[in-house]
């Protein structure tokens, strides 16, 4: 683990791709850790692409190609497009979970197959680990928690400087007792898919 990191996180608008980024600097912060995040490109209807980036040890909040240490992909598709972004022999972790763009949804497009997917991480990543985001947000109390699961599956990889129980500690500072204790359910449901 370094003490420098680029995290590049996506998604698609709706899926509170932002709140999880703002959740996890804070996390990040509450340690004492320097940490830039910023929004690279955003979507505020629901569909769009969302991108940001979460820099530890580092003072840009840009990510280039080629530069990222950790995608967090919030979507499958999301994360197949943000795999240029990967340094070779980066880490992914990826919902396995699609939330079906326009044009497939109208039948003018089909989804890439999440084996392809995974096919594809696998050419440019050292690790990846896959998670039923939405599905662990539902069994955690609320479909959006599923992003609190792989942030949480992410402290338990250890490939970032902070622990499952420091951001469980930022998630009871943060926010109200009956959504804490939603994503503290998704923050233990992602430490354990990954276990």
Known sequence: MSDR???????????????????????????????TAGEIHGMAQRGGVVESALLIGLASPKIGHGEADVILGFEPLETLR????????????????????????????????????????ATCAGKAYYLPCQSLGLEAGAVQSGNIALLGAL??????????????????????????????KALELGVKAVS
């Open 82 to 121: 943000a795999l240029p972004y990967l340094k070779p022999g980066g880490t992914v972790l990826s919902s396995t979970e699609y939330i079906p763009p326009l044009a497939v949804c109208t039948g003018k497009a089909e989804n890439t197959p999440l084996e392809i997917i995974k096919e594809k991480v």
């Open 155 to 184: 402290c338990a990889t250890g490939c970032i400087p902070l622990k499952p129980e420091q951001l469980a500690e930022t998630i009871k500072s943060a926010m109200k007792p009956k959504i804490a204790d939603i994503n503290l």
């Open 5 to 35: 990191l680029r995290i590049f996180m996506t998604g698609v608008g709706g899926q509170g791709t932002l709140t999880a980024t703002n959740l996890l600097a804070q996390a990040v912060l509450d340690c004492g850790i320097d940490v």
